[in-house]
Nanobody, 115 residues
Framework: QVQLVESGGGLVQAGGSLRLACRASRSTFNVNTIGWYRQAPGKQRELVAISRRDGSITYSDSVKGRSTISRDNGENMVYLQMDNLKLEDTAVYYC?????????WGQGTQVTVSS
């Protein structure tokens, strides 16, 4: 079992920046995939950015060029730096780990972008 705890969400004006952080209760060094999803009201949960064990990274088109995912395996952390935030970035952001065939989710952190 892996516990994931997100932090760093909040209220920010459009054009601003936030850095989300996720701490895992176990080592993230060998996990297959770690990253971030988000869910806006009335919408399905969607991928934001993921980092794979082989070093590859995938960003959704909606955040590409505005967001950077990074991981610190020594501290069991994954981060999401989001810049130039837009109103449509408003959502609950969830930390995610895929290890073997098991997925783990954090409780989520709210990001609200205001005009």
């Amino acid at each position: 079992q892996v516990q994931l705890v997100e932090s760093g969400g909040g209220l920010v004006q459009a054009g601003g920046s936030l850095r989300l952080a996720c701490r895992a209760s176990r080592s993230t060094f060998n996990v297959n995939t770690i990253g971030w999803y988000r869910q806006a009201p009335g919408k399905q949960r969607e991928l934001v950015a993921i980092s794979r064990r082989d070093g590859s990274i995938t960003y959704s088109d909606s955040v590409k060029g505005r967001s950077t995912i990074s991981r610190d395996n020594g501290e069991n952390m994954v981060y999401l730096q989001m810049d130039n935030l837009k109103l449509e970035d408003t959502a609950v952001y969830y930390c995610y780990i895929l290890h073997g065939r098991t997925t783990y989710w954090g409780q989520g952190t709210q990001v609200t972008v205001s005009s």
